[in-house]
């Protein structure tokens, strides 16, 4: 299952590179595809069982976070959802989550926990991330002193979101949000840092979102996944260079060497490239949740 687009009584009201989402009643479902993207390009070719290892991810860190904040999830089991998806159950089997509405913020919430990306690249030219002065001399992908918050406004699909400072941050939401957005945002990546890291897995930074559920700050899209998060192998680890990671890097190498301008329409991927990328994904989520990787059947 690569792409269910429609559904058939069941108003999709958007659809991003990798889900889609669709009106249910006063709640949303949402459903992630195995839809593969690189240099802002949905490409032709899916990753086999990507849009469950995602959900499958999102849902073990929702619970395993709950004490810190709640999440809008309500439940991945399409036994529980609304009647008007019963036809959909088999298709929908491990890669749908039913959530709570809520009122989103309009900001990313990054933890970078280590110098990597844009990080990187404004550390180089300027000794900051996000306006964030670091000390002198840190290497590429070194460990930070201590986790920092760097907001980002939300971009449009097919743009870039956009680093703002923590000030530009409270002057969209307000002061007091932005401060407890930070908060969450360090205490979640703190937690999940630590877990990983037990687990083998070094979690240098993620994104979060928030929104507003009967006026209580919640927990919102996706957790700590390959596509939000970057994980790296520990024991591959070494500052002062990039790292290997458990995410689509292995299409995006492959898409470098391969000619392609970056313009729609992408390259098909070849067999091997798609094998490999899945085994990245389904590697890091049974490393998370010490569970094995079984594919439901539709």
């Known amino acids: 299952m690569s792409d269910l687009a429609q559904l058939d009584g069941v108003a999709l009201i958007g659809s991003g590179k990798v889900r889609d989402l669709y009106a249910v ?10 839809r593969v993207s690189a ?12 849009g469950e290892v995602l959900t499958r991810i999102s849902q073990f860190w929702f619970d395993r976070l709950a004490h810190i904040v709640p999440s809008h999830l309500i439940t991945v089991d399409p036994a529980q959802f609304p009647a008007a998806l019963s036809d959909h159950a088999a298709e929908l089997r491990g890669r749908a989550m039913l959530c709570r509405r809520a009122q989103m913020l309009p900001v990313e919430c990054v933890a970078r926990g280590y110098l990597a990306g844009s990080g990187w690249k404004e550390y180089q030219a300027n000794g900051t991330v996000c ?9 590429e992908s070194e460990q930070l002193p201590e986790p920092i918050f760097t907001p980002a406004t939300k971009a449009a699909i097919g743009d870039h979101d956009e680093n703002i400072s923590f000030d530009q941050a409270a002057e969209i939401v307000g002061a007091d949000v932005a401060e407890q957005l930070r908060s969450l945002t360090l205490a979640l990546y703190r937690e999940a840092h630590a ?34 998060s970057r994980y790296w192998p520990a024991d591959a680890y070494e500052a002062g260079r990039s790292q290997d990671s458990y995410d689509k890097q292995i299409v995006r190498d492959w898409l470098e060497a391969s000619g392609w301008d970056k313009t729609p329409p992408g390259p098909e991927l070849p067999s091997d490239v798609v094998a490999r990328t899945r085994a990245r994904y389904t590697e890091v989520y049974e490393l998370l949740t010490g569970e094995p990787f079984i594919q439901s059947e539709a």
């Open 25 to 34: 009643g006063d709640d949303l479902l949402l459903v992630a595809s195995d």
């Open 39 to 50: 240099f802002d390009v949905v490409l032709p070719t899916p990753i086999p069982g990507k």
């Open 131 to 139: 306006g964030i002065a670091l000390p002198a001399g840190l290497r």
């Open 195 to 228: 877990h990983a890291a037990d687990r083998g897995i070094l979690l240098a930074d993620t994104k979060f979102e928030f929104g507003w559920i009967d006026g209580v700050m919640t927990l919102c899209d996706e957790a700590l996944t390959p596509d939000s």
